[in-house]
């Protein structure tokens, strides 16, 4: 009878259990269906095409299909190791990503806490919009308007230095020019749409600590220096190691746009490289090999990042 009546007990609290989950699955299930575009987004486009990596060791033939295609190992790696192009490749990428990481990088930061510190909520809201509505414009547009202005014989800007008796800039057409026109672009058109996170960030502080600070006698710097600054300082970290996760993307769009014969020196990157010498010559499993090797090489970066920003006992990703 005892044995009978554990029986019946775990029973009674198994049932018990299931109906405490169900009805806590169904209290959260408008949370699981507010996430499930997004689990369906990287399934469907990050997630199910890892598959496809398969090809970088492959002489892919699309009529063939993975299972047919010849195995060619590490040839497609070698291939791209062996460039002589390479090394140009890899330096003008990865000055162009520093430039973007302690350049662009440290922008929205910087706009943020100035947008913080405005009190007229009026003149505030219209800042915000005005460097919100860059990021609304292609890069089809934004060059567009870069070349309007200043190609070099038809551009507004050197007409009328011409006219004035000055000597025109060859700002799209002279490689010491094609850096610093790429940060200045990617600044204004995105820097004050990623500065939305880092106010975001500025919005959940207590205000009663810039107040108890205002009591200790702490000026608007003493107070941007040890209560802003701070409670910036996870979001910084954390985005920081993201971005360090897409070092080698510059970004095909912007850079092709802005490319030319003349400046090609400075401007030729792997996604360029690619479009060029492999999508256009229907090459996939090379083209497939070098963004393998991006990847693997942001993979690294954000691993490193990690791991010092934990020993240093600051915020990681993980």
């Known amino acids: 009878m005892q044995g009978d009546s554990t029986v019946k007990l775990v029973q009674l609290k198994s049932q018990s259990l299931r109906k405490s989950a169900l009805k806590e699955w169904k209290r959260g299930l408008p949370l699981y269906l507010m996430i499930l575009p997004g689990l369906l987004f990287f399934l469907i486009f990050r997630y199910l095409p890892l598959a496809g990596i398969i090809i970088a060791f492959q002489d892919y033939n699309p009529f063939a299909g993975l299972s047919e295609s010849e195995w060619v190992g590490f040839a497609h790696f070698e291939r791209l190791f062996g460039e002589p192009d390479f090394w140009t490749l890899l330096k003008n990428t990865l000055i162009l990503s520093a430039l973007n990481l302690f350049l662009f990088f440290p922008a929205p930061v910087l706009i943020a806490v100035i947008l913080n510190e405005v009190r007229m909520q009026l003149f505030k809201k219209f800042v915000q919009t005005v460097i919100y509505m860059p990021h609304f414009l292609s890069w089809v547009v934004l060059v567009g308007i870069t070349v309007i202005l200043f190609a070099t014989q038809e551009g507004a800007i050197n007409k009328g230095l011409a006219s004035a008796g000055f000597a025109r800039i060859e700002l799209m057409t002279d ?32 205000p009663t600590l810039y107040e108890a600070a ?8 003493k107070q941007l220096w040890h209560i802003t600054l701070p409670a910036l300082k996870a979001t910084i970290i954390i985005l920081f190691i993201l971005r360090l996760g897409h070092i080698m993307d510059i970004g095909f769009e912007h850079i092709y746009l802005m ?3 003349l400046n090609l020196s400075v401007s030729d990157v792997f996604d360029t490289y690619v479009y060029r010498s492999g999508v256009l010559q229907g090459e996939f499993s090379f083209t497939t090999a070098v963004g393998l090797f991006k990847s693997l090489v942001g993979l690294v970066l954000i691993l490193l990042a990690n791991k010092l920003s934990k020993k240093a006992g600051e915020e990681g990703v993980y």
């Not at 058109?189 to 500065?195: Q, S």
């Not at 205002?214 to 710097?221: C, K, P, Y």
């Open 259 to 261: 490319q030319n014969s």
């Open 214 to 221: 205002v009591v200790d006698g702490a000026n608007r710097w």
């Open 175 to 206: 490689p010491d020019y094609f850096r610093i026109v790429y940060v200045l672009q990617s600044i204004w058109k995105e820097a004050g749409w990623n500065a939305v996170i880092f106010l975001a960030a500025l919005a959940s502080i207590d």
